[in-house]
């Protein structure tokens, strides 16, 4: 069974840093692509970064320049560094796991709170 947890969200002034953290079990890590999304209230869920098993990256626009994602396959971990931050990057942060090695799996983690207050 696959599991993904986040972890490493929390309360921040504007221009402060965090740094997200994605375990996944379950899963050959080394194959799967691994996406960072979030959803602020109101709003639909939406793309922040995503790193694929050759290490290549995609950011959205709004965090280019602030946001760094990574991935370590040793500990099954990604991440996502977070700087400059912004009040509207508030949001729920979660994290997506997929694989469309060998069989098909889209995963998603539970989600960790970000708040960037003013």
């Known amino acids: 069974q696959v599991q993904v947890v986040e972890s490493g969200g929390g309360l921040v002034q504007e221009g402060g840093s965090l740094r997200l953290s994605c375990v996944a079990s379950?899963?050959?890590?080394?194959?799967?692509?691994i996406g960072w999304y979030r959803q602020a209230p109101g709003n639909e869920r939406e793309m922040v970064a995503t790193?694929?098993?050759?290490?290549?990256?995609n950011y959205a626009d709004s965090v280019k320049g602030r946001f760094t994602i990574s991935r370590d396959n040793a500990k099954n971990t990604a991440y996502l560094q977070m700087s400059s931050l912004k009040p509207g990057d508030t949001a729920v942060y979660y994290c997506?796991?997929?694989?469309?090695?060998?069989?098909?799996?889209?995963?998603w983690g539970q989600g960790t709170q970000v708040t960037v207050s003013s």
């Open positions: 997506n796991v997929k694989q469309q090695v060998r069989r098909f799996v889209n995963a």
């Open positions: 379950g899963i050959d890590f080394r194959v799967v692509t």
């Open positions: 790193i694929n098993s050759g290490g290549g990256t």
